[in-house]
């Protein structure tokens, strides 16, 4: 154990000093071979803060390299106890072994449980409860020699053996006790529970005795079918009470719910007899378990009204002995009053004939539980048997494409499985059994407000409008739809987007935005208003360049009772009549526009949907400009000015309180320092970072961020990002990446870990000397390519014009939208010395009529209303997809370029990037293309990542740092050498000429 004086961090330099405590793992009564993670010896290896080094002392650190990426942490699943004093979250490696960190925040010490993993406290802060997955050489264990001398010898046979399973451990905080139990399913803790927990169990793993036994178990009565329908076969469950340690044993359990407090438990029992098989409610103080239903079958679904008054299910008993038997929906009372009992069923008025009931979608109570949600959907067509099949339909797979059809024959094959388990929404309502068909194939969207219990729900319905999605967005037409009876009513025709409804469901609300402002209907007078009309400032996005309407500000919610939303403009917060008849207030006093802030509530308790008016709130804040943040208090009545916490040269998470405490836990990140957790009062005074998940990050040189701006060529004032390495000199030139996408700079204080990826990783380049710069790029309607030119390159330059990069050494790199514009870029500029684009659309005009195979949407949408920007089709602007479009300028192309396309690119045609490459090619200009075979529309999987960013670190240090190249850059990899090598080694410094990779000069600037 180790200990040591309290030291107060207000700073992200600053580091906990704890001391900790490890504990092995018991499976039962057993003692565990299992090794603990020696996590407390990284965390005392470096000394306090992660402070901008000297140069002096970056000389003595090291570069990032690949082999690195492997020692980075993450912080996983952190939660706060309600009396706010322990904290648990886990550390996770990129490779190892994981482990669970319970600390105590006032005293410092700290328990860590290797591979535990889904925490949870209990309701008094009393135990942690949480899962411990078997360390993956882990076998099931045994003193038994010959399984012993079985195990040396290698000759179990390992394929037929299960895997080994998760054990339950239960942390006593106050003692450090531990209690364990093995081969845990799942477990459950009642959210407000402060004893009672719910343990599921895996089937336990047969013993060479029961291989010996017949399976007697389980046979069919004389007068029963042997091929009666199958049905899950139930394990143990277990209802602990931590406290007591009182233990109630239920058998051949395949489902179950338990209360918030715990104290009450329902459950399916099915076994293989069906002896005892059904539904029982079961209550901490009562000895016996209530049958809700006696009967042999299929039970599923369990669901139980927030009161636990009462419960719903579905099942088949009713005709278990029938082929494909169909499910009923059953609904009993808890309190005793009768069994369980069939409240809906095929043929039930009310559910359309030839309907079954589904289990595809859950049962929801309202939140009164006077009504009961539940799925059902047309009965499935039989299949075809083999003497109804001809030989056509036997031996022919086609596809039609069809102009009548709403989505396009791709966009209808990637959907296809869901629409063949698409489920409809009946509503039954408790009180007199009425069953009503909310949605069918018409209508196949119904959403409901009040919790279930509003008097109408919203339909949507986008089938008139699904041909559009080719070349647009989605469109709907708006239902009010009767609770009562099902009947609906046509609200508003052909909105844009989609439609909700108010918390109460007094009104529809809707963003239009033709008329830049929130459509609101009063679904009692049929009226609507744009609420946002009266708005002294605009509440749509008016940094949206897309060519389609543009988006808002967002929404922050209604108040109570429906009374006023809360919109959001660029900077706060304003109150809007729904009606459109009182003024708009700003209820943020203008704070925000005045300090450049963009101001936002935190939600700290989702549980209450409206926004409270009559006591304080949490706000984020973020400056447009600095790209500070922070957060403020205030009261939301219109009457008082934001009040100042904290605002930082930092990026603060969203944070999360202690249900009974005033603490609140949080991540700071900036650049250099890793977003570990942080602990405060709710003024966010006394802060103090309580985790150092990557200690070792002390021993590597990083870098600095900083924002630069410019003014491009359109005259638009810009912001970006530039890093530099640690050991920075202004007065030596330096080489220099750029990246790119569209708007990254208020990013700034973004931490990067070490790792691969599909683009470059802004950590290692600049760890290994490079400068970087990420500029803003903003669009004009019709001129994509240009725009990035006109941002990019007057941005380079004027980093350039500081006099410390190296004009001849700069490269840029970027993916999908950013390879485009690289693309384009090379076209027009000799800037850059090496380049790298991923995935390009190079030829609008083939690119236009492709397919996003991942969605199955044609790419019209792209580039008529998306990212692409043209705003026309390509009949209309014809010369503006030619002008956009690298491919027919490819011999302006002068810069070496490399190009990531894989074949299975569900975005961009995968041809875009070889059109690109044999144009290339044959101008005989140097460029290389890398496919990942089976691949998307990045790069996935640790080897094939790991693969790409030392090919990516080999190019770009050949043309920027005059490294040797690889052999895949001089003698490219042959097919029949696939499979053999990856062509990763260097060349010899012998075979090295100035033309040995194709372009004599590395490319003119």
């Known amino acids: 154990m180790r200990t040591s004086k309290t030291v107060s961090t207000t700073s992200l330099a600053a580091r906990p000093r704890t001391r900790r405590r490890t504990i092995p793992h018991t499976l039962g009564t057993r003692p565990s071979t299992l090794v603990t993670a020696l996590f407390l010896a990284l965390l005392l290896l470096v000394p306090a803060g992660l402070a901008v080094p000297t140069e002096a002392a970056a000389q003595e650190l090291r570069a990032l390299d690949h082999d690195d990426y492997d020692r980075w942490n993450s912080i996983q699943q952190s939660t706060l106890s309600a009396d706010g004093v322990w904290l648990s979250y886990r550390i996770v490696p990129r490779d190892g072994e994981a482990a669970l960190h319970v600390q105590h925040l006032d005293d410092g010490s700290e328990t860590i449980i290797p591979r535990a993993t889904g925490a949870r406290f209990t309701r008094d802060s009393r135990f942690l409860v949480f899962r411990i997955a078997p360390h993956e050489d882990d076998e099931d264990e045994g003193d038994d020699e010959a399984e012993s001398e079985v195990e040396e010898s290698g000759e179990r046979d390992r394929a037929n053996e299960p895997e080994p399973a998760d054990s339950l451990g239960v942390l006593e905080l106050a003692t450090g006790e531990m209690r364990t139990r093995a081969r845990v399913d799942a477990f459950a803790l009642g959210d407000e529970a402060t004893d009672w927990i719910v343990v599921h169990f895996e089937p336990a793993k047969p013993t060479d005795e029961d291989a010996d036994e017949p399976d007697t178990e389980g046979e069919p009565d004389e007068d029963e079918s042997n091929d009666e329908p199958e049905r899950p076969e139930g394990t143990d469950l277990l209802w602990w009470n931590l406290d007591t340690h009182e233990e109630r044993h239920f058998d051949h359990v395949t489902e179950f719910q338990v209360s918030d407090d715990g104290r009450a438990l329902l459950y399916v029992r099915s076994s293989p007899g069906g002896e005892g098989d059904g539904v029982f409610f079961a209550q901490a103080d009562v000895d016996a378990p209530q049958a809700l239903l006696e009967a042999r079958g299929q039970i599923e679904r369990l669901s139980v009204e927030d009161d636990w008054r009462r419960a719903a299910f579905l099942s088949n008993h009713a005709d278990w002995g029938d082929e494909d038997p169909p499910l009923h929906l059953m609904i009993a009372e808890l309190d005793g009053s009768s069994p369980a009992r069939t409240a809906a069923a095929p043929g039930t008025a009310g559910i359309p004939e030839g309907w079954l009931l589904s289990e595809r979608a859950s049962l929801r109570f309202s939140d009164s539980g006077d009504r009961l949600r539940f799925a059902t959907a047309p009965a499935p067509e039989p299949e075809l048997d083999d003497d109804e099949k001809d030989e056509l339909l036997e031996n022919v797979t086609v596809d039609i494409w069809s102009w009548h059809d709403g989505y396009l024959q791709s966009h209808q094959l990637v959907d296809r499985q869901q629409e063949l388990n698409r489920t409809y929404d009946a509503v039954l309502h408790w009180s007199d059994g009425r069953v009503v068909q909310l949605e069918d194939p018409s209508l196949q969207s119904v959403s409901v407000a ?175 400009r600095t790209k500070q943040d922070g957060f403020y208090r205030t009261r939301l009545d219109g009457s008082t000015t934001p009040t100042r916490l904290t605002l930082e040269d ?269 144009a290339l090619r044959r101008l005989n200009k140097p460029v290389w293309l890398v496919n990942y075979n089976g691949q998307g529309h990045g790069v996935s999987g640790e080897h094939s990542q790991m693969d790409w960013a030392i090919r990516m670190q080999q190019f770009f240090d050949h043309y920027l740092l005059d490294a040797r190249p690889p052999v895949w850059m001089v003698d490219g990899v042959p097919a029949v050498a696939k499979g053999r090598t990856l062509g990763l080694e260097l060349v010899p410094e012998e075979r090295v000429t100035d033309d040995d990779d194709g372009n004599d000069d590395g490319g003119s600037r």
Do not use: C
């Open 450 to 624: 009040a919790g279930g219990d509003a008097d109408h729900a919203l339909g949507q319905d986008d089938l008139p409008y699904r041909p559009r999605v080719s070349w647009d967005t989605r469109y709907v037409d708006l239902y009010r739809v009767d609770m009562n009876t099902g009947e609906r009513e046509l609200l508003v025709e052909d909105i844009r987007g989609s439609g909700s409804l108010s918390p109460e469901g007094r009104f529809v609300f809707w963003w239009d935005g033709d008329a830049r402002g929130w459509q609101v209907m009063d679904l009692e007078t049929r009226s609507t208003v744009n609420a946002t009309e009266g708005m002294p400032v605009p509440v749509f996005n008016e940094l949206d360049d897309r060519p389609s309407p543009p988006g808002s500000y967002g929404l922050a919610g209604w108040t109570e009772g429906d009374a006023r939303m809360v919109v959001q403009d660029a900077h706060d917060l304003w109150e809007v009549d729904p009606l459109g008849q009182a003024s708009p207030v700003n209820l943020t006093q203008g704070y925000g526009r005045e300090s450049g802030l963009r101001l936002r509530i935190v939600r700290l308790d989702w549980s209450d949907l409206t926004i409270p008016t009559d006591e304080d709130v949490l706000l984020s804040a973020f400056h447009d």
């Open 650 to 918: 930092v990026a603060y998470s969203n944070p999360s309180r202690a249900e009974d405490a005033d603490r609140y836990l949080f991540t700071k990140r900036t650049f250099r320092d890793f977003p570990d957790l942080w602990v405060s009062d709710e003024n966010f005074e006394g802060q103090r970072r309580v985790t150092e998940a990557n200690p070792q990050q002390a021993e590597y040189r990083w870098g600095t961020a900083e924002l630069v701006s410019w003014t491009s060529t359109d005259g638009d004032e810009l912001q970006g990002i530039l890093y530099k390495p640690d050991d920075f000199d202004p007065n030596e030139e330096w080489p220099m990446m750029v990246y790119f996408y569209e708007r990254s700079s208020n990013g700034l204080h973004n931490y990067f870990a070490p790792g691969t990826g599909t683009s470059i990783n802004r950590t290692f380049y600049v760890s290994r000397g490079y400068l970087l710069f990420v500029p803003d790029i903003p669009y004009k309607e019709g001129y994509p390519g240009e725009s990035a030119m006109n941002a990019v390159v007057p941005g380079v330059l004027s980093v350039v014009e500081e006099g410390y990069v190296d004009r001849e050494r700069i490269g840029v790199q970027g993916h999908s939208w950013g390879g485009y514009q690289i693309a384009y870029m090379l076209t027009r500029t000799n800037l850059f010395a090496a380049a790298e684009a991923g995935a390009p659309v190079t030829n609008m005009t083939s690119a236009y009529g492709g397919i996003r195979w991942a969605s199955g949407r044609v790419r019209q949408m792209q580039y008529e209303q998306g990212q692409s920007r043209i705003g026309a089709s390509l009949w209309e602007a014809q010369h503006r997809y030619i002008e956009n479009s690298p491919l027919f300028t490819a011999y302006k192309v002068d810069t070496p370029l490399l190009i990531l396309h894989n074949d299975e690119d569900g975005a961009v045609p995968w041809e875009e990037g070889i059109q690109f490459f044999v």
